[in-house]
């Protein structure tokens, strides 16, 4: 998958998008024909066990990163840029993405941010590394927002197109109402992917953890594929059971 096979998506099939974390992941969404990788600051919460996403350093990101690319042949991988990593400096903004896909091996990176990050993504395209928008809720700004509610304003339009202008390659939505969303995708030439923005979006992204059912609880707009936290207790609890009664190892399982 390339950045101009993503946009060629728009109006003709639907863009599925995941997170990953992790090396074996990677290999199975990879496997699975997923369209786009993230590897989101969701690691924060979602691996790393932090409150919210704002902790979350290059180098974790990085760590995780390399993992992933580790583990992906076809679809488009794109990083995650953590918070306080690309709002400070514009030069220290493109040095850490060049990290990212440097290092990292992402083809890109994606930016929380509206019209005050634009010097900074131009720089970055200036840096040929193409960036992914990403507005609506945006975790990163959490306090400032006041918590993660669904955002209704109709301003997210203007900041959509002055993004696009500004050459991003395609727009995570997040928590946008339907119809905003609706509003948004068609008033873009460059994809939009969802989450929690419904149907009308050029793709959909989750978090991978959400939908196979490891993380304790998900947000409304999620869908269970799987229950895995569920399947892994009973599969360790089985073990510690085998183990306990003498049970595991059997002569099959062990070198004579
Ligand atoms: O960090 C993340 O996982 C994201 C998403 C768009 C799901 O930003």
């Known amino acids: 998958m390339t950045i101009p096979e993503i946009q060629r998506m728009k109006g003709e099939k639907k863009i599925t998008a995941l997170t990953c974390y992790d090396f074996q992941m990677a290999k199975i969404l990879d496997k699975a024909g997923v369209d786009i990788v993230l590897v989101g600051d969701s690691l924060g919460m979602v691996v790393l066990g932090y409150e919210n996403t704002l902790p979350v350093t290059m180098e974790e990101m990085l760590h995780h990163l390399k993992a992933v690319k580790r ?12 918070f306080m990593s690309y ?30 990050i ?3 993504i131009k720089a970055m395209l200036d840096a040929d590394i193409p960036v ?26 203007e900041e959509a197109k002055a993004l696009e202008e ?6 995570v939505l997040e928590c946008i109402p339907g119809s905003l969303a609706k509003k ?48 892994i207790s009973n599969a360790i609890e ?10 595991f190892p059997k002569k099959e399982e062990s070198y004579e």
Do not use: W
Request: net charge neutral; hydrophobic share 35%.
């Open 71 to 82: 583990g992906i042949k076809n679809a488009l991988l794109v990083g995650d840029m953590p």
């Open 87 to 116: 709002k400070v400096d514009i030069k220290d903004s493109v040095y850490n993405a060049g990290r990212m896909t440097k290092e990292g091996g992402a083809s890109a990176v994606k930016l929380e941010g509206g019209i005050e």
């Open 118 to 120: 634009i010097p900074t």
């Open 132 to 157: 992914m928008g990403h507005i609506g809720l945006r975790p990163q700004a959490i306090h400032k927002m006041g918590g993660y509610k669904v955002q209704r304003d109709e301003g997210l339009i």
């Open 166 to 171: 500004a050459g991003i390659f395609s727009l």
């Open 184 to 231: 948004i995708t068609e008033s873009l030439k460059i994809p939009t992917i969802g989450i929690g923005s419904g149907i009308y979006c050029d793709g959909q992204i989750l978090v991978l953890n959400d939908i196979i059912g490891l993380t304790e609880r998900s947000p409304k707009f999620v869908r269970r594929y799987l229950n895995m936290k569920d399947e």
């Open 238 to 247: 089985r073990f510690i059971e085998d183990v306990s009664k003498g049970d």
